[in-house]
């Protein structure tokens, strides 16, 4: 079993599957850049004998993970021609299955559904004991042949034993992860899907299906033991998509583990459902941060990608999570197909009023919106685009492409408005909201100057005159960081 790209939780439940379901595992874990350590001898040695090898790509960085995995596939090809190779994920998922055609690919299927279920079925029909045609979602890119997709069931406890398993020394996150505060932080694959069925969102017809509350607990508390790390990633896309289950949570919570705290996704409209004392009880069950699915301050454009809660509910849900020591971290999208600079300036507008609540605990994300298959709105926006591409080495090419602004890609929206949508998402707003901490005088003096800049450019909405942008690429030459330092 080998991870493609991340910290690898979505891997891990599906090698538990494989576990459970009576095979032996090696895992290993190995960037392909080699750039820490090669290892590239050991892998070779640990596949000696295995009857198939797993890729498994753990989220949403299509370009960074493909490249991994083909050049995975292709090293184990050059050493052992024979050996089936498998890739997975929640890209694979979404690709339609013709892009996944192709001859003289390394890999030899893909499993286009989560892996849990169908990962020990497709290896019962490696060994004859079924039939692949039996195994939902298998594509075999050689054959150009592919299987409907199969339903999932739930997300079963037995699909963290891996987590009980393995060394999981090396993917504790010294700086802290999701919380930026220098404290060990582990991530947990406890969920998977959203059912929210937003319009514009990858995630959309992902069946969800959540671990447990006392089982999540019961593997938070073991692992609280084992390791001592006290800060707990929840990688859960729709955390409070049950009401009861948070609560239940931090009920065990308080009980077994007081001492840690954690953070998930939430839907702000999920938000809404609980009370002021329920609340208290989350924060008292750890609860430390959140991601919520913000996305806008136009209530057009949230209508049309179906959220369905107000601009002032989020300002409403920050003031009460702020109070109770909670930090929120609002998603926005910008670029939606439809959207005007008006929407635009009512998202500005938006940030700017939760930014300025509490300026050291309110944290955000900003994206651009991407097409992609089988996501209502992504559907609508790949007819616009000519030549989308249609295999992977098209995608690969076009992927780095998506984010410059002097290359036309967002295809729905007018040139000039995709021009600022991408450097408003890249660099202005990164800017206005950075955390970024330089270690001279100098430099310190410089990135207060850009901040300063970035939002009076985030005020006025004027977005002209780029001078403030080239000095930080000149002269910071830094990752901009709005999201995870403390």
Same mark, same amino acid.
């Given at each position: 079993m080998?991870?493609?790209?991340g910290v690898?939780?979505?891997?891990v439940s599906?090698a538990?599957?494989l576990?459970e379901a009576?095979w032996e595992?090696?895992w290993?874990?190995?960037?392909p850049?080699?750039?820490?350590t090669?290892?590239?001898?050991?892998l070779?040695?640990?596949?000696?004998?295995a009857r198939a090898a797993?890729?498994?790509?753990?989220e949403l960085?299509p370009?960074?993970?493909?490249?991994?995995?083909?050049?995975?596939?292709s090293r184990?090809?050059t050493w052992?021609?024979s050996?089936?190779?498998?890739a997975?994920?929640p890209?694979?998922?979404?690709c339609?299955?013709?892009?996944?055609?192709?001859e003289g690919l390394p890999?030899?299927f893909?499993?286009?559904?989560h *892996?849990e279920?169908t990962?020990?079925r497709?290896?019962?029909?490696?060994?004859?004991r079924?039939?692949f045609a039996?195994?939902?979602?298998?594509v075999?890119?050689a054959?150009?042949?592919a299987?409907p997709k199969g339903?999932?069931g739930?997300?079963? #406890?037995?699909?963290t034993?891996?987590?009980?398993?393995l060394d999981l020394s090396p993917?504790?996150?010294?700086?802290?992860?999701?919380?930026?505060n220098?404290?060990p932080?582990l991530?947990?694959?406890?969920?998977?899907g959203?059912?929210k069925?937003?319009?514009f969102?990858y995630?959309?017809g992902f069946e969800?299906?959540?671990l447990? #509350?006392?089982?999540l607990?019961?593997l938070?508390?073991?692992?609280?033991r084992?390791?001592?790390v006290r800060q707990?990633?929840? #990688?859960e896309?729709?955390?409070f998509?049950?009401?009861?289950?948070?609560l239940?949570l931090?009920?065990?919570?308080?009980?077994?583990?007081?001492d840690?705290?954690w953070f998930?996704l939430?839907s702000?409209?999920d938000?809404g459902?609980?009370t002021e004392e329920?609340?208290?009880?989350?924060a008292?069950?750890?609860?430390?941060?959140l991601e919520l699915g913000?996305?806008?301050?136009?209530?057009?454009?949230?209508?049309?990608?179906g959220k369905?809660h107000?601009?002032?509910d989020v300002v409403?849900l920050?003031?009460?999570?702020?109070?109770?020591?909670?930090s929120?971290?609002?998603n926005?999208?910008?670029?939606t197909?439809g959207?005007?600079d008006?929407?635009?300036?009512a998202?500005?507008?938006?940030i700017?009023r939760?930014?300025?609540?509490?300026p050291?605990?309110?944290?955000f994300?900003?994206r651009f919106?991407?097409a992609a298959?089988?996501?209502p709105?992504?559907d609508?926006a790949?007819?616009t685009?000519?030549?989308?591409p249609r295999?992977?080495?098209a995608l690969?090419?076009?992927?780095?492409?998506?984010?410059d602004?002097?290359?036309?890609s967002?295809?729905?929206?007018?040139?000039?408005?995709?021009r600022r949508?991408k450097?408003?998402v890249?660099?202005?707003l990164p800017m206005?909201a950075s955390?970024?901490?330089p270690?001279?005088?100098?430099?310190?003096?410089l990135h207060?100057?850009?901040?300063?800049? #970035?939002?009076?450019r985030v005020?006025?909405?004027?977005f *002209?005159f780029?001078?403030d942008?080239?000095?930080?690429?000149?002269?910071?030459r830094?990752g901009?960081?709005c999201?995870y330092t403390?």
């Amino acid at each position: 079993m080998l991870e493609a790209q991340g910290v690898p939780f979505r891997a891990v439940s599906v090698a538990s599957a494989l576990f459970e379901a009576g095979w032996e595992i090696v895992w290993f874990d190995q960037e392909p850049d080699r750039d820490r350590t090669d290892r590239t001898e050991e892998l070779r040695r640990a596949l000696q004998g295995a009857r198939a090898a797993f890729l498994w790509m753990n989220e949403l960085t299509p370009a960074v993970q493909t490249e991994n995995a083909l050049l995975l596939a292709s090293r184990i090809k050059t050493w052992n021609p024979s050996l089936p190779v498998v890739a997975g994920g929640p890209f694979v998922q979404l690709c339609p299955p013709e892009i996944l055609f192709g001859e003289g690919l390394p890999i030899d299927f893909f499993l286009r559904d989560h *892996g849990e279920e169908t990962a020990p079925r497709f290896l019962e029909a490696l060994e004859g004991r079924a039939g692949f045609a039996d195994v939902p979602g298998l594509v075999e890119p050689a054959e150009r042949r592919a299987n409907p997709k199969g339903r999932n069931g739930r997300f079963l #406890a037995e699909w963290t034993t891996l987590y009980r398993l393995l060394d999981l020394s090396p993917y504790l996150q010294s700086n802290g992860g999701i919380f930026g505060n220098g404290e060990p932080t582990l991530a947990l694959g406890t969920g998977r899907g959203c059912a929210k069925r937003c319009s514009f969102c990858y995630w959309t017809g992902f069946e969800p299906s959540l671990l447990p #509350a006392a089982d999540l607990v019961d593997l938070v508390a073991f692992l609280r033991r084992e390791y001592g790390v006290r800060q707990f990633h929840l #990688a859960e896309l729709d955390g409070f998509a049950s009401r009861r289950r948070p609560l239940d949570l931090a009920r065990g919570w308080k009980d077994r583990v007081p001492d840690s705290i954690w953070f998930t996704l939430v839907s702000p409209v999920d938000c809404g459902r609980y009370t002021e004392e329920e609340w208290d009880l989350l924060a008292e069950g750890g609860c430390r941060k959140l991601e919520l699915g913000t996305e806008s301050g136009s209530e057009k454009v949230l209508r049309a990608i179906g959220k369905r809660h107000a601009a002032e509910d989020v300002v409403r849900l920050t003031k009460t999570l702020l109070a109770r020591g909670i930090s929120p971290m609002h998603n926005f999208v910008f670029g939606t197909v439809g959207e005007t600079d008006d929407d635009r300036r009512a998202s500005l507008r938006l940030i700017l009023r939760l930014h300025d609540l509490d300026p050291s605990r309110v944290f955000f994300t900003f994206r651009f919106f991407q097409a992609a298959w089988g996501v209502p709105m992504g559907d609508a926006a790949i007819e616009t685009v000519p030549d989308f591409p249609r295999t992977l080495d098209a995608l690969l090419s076009w992927r780095p492409l998506y984010g410059d602004p002097s290359i036309r890609s967002l295809h729905w929206l007018r040139p000039r408005e995709e021009r600022r949508v991408k450097r408003i998402v890249s660099y202005d707003l990164p800017m206005f909201a950075s955390r970024m901490r330089p270690k001279n005088a100098a430099t310190r003096a410089l990135h207060r100057a850009l901040r300063g800049l #970035a939002r009076a450019r985030v005020e006025r909405g004027f977005f *002209g005159f780029p001078l403030d942008r080239w000095l930080y690429r000149i002269v910071l030459r830094r990752g901009l960081d709005c999201t995870y330092t403390a």
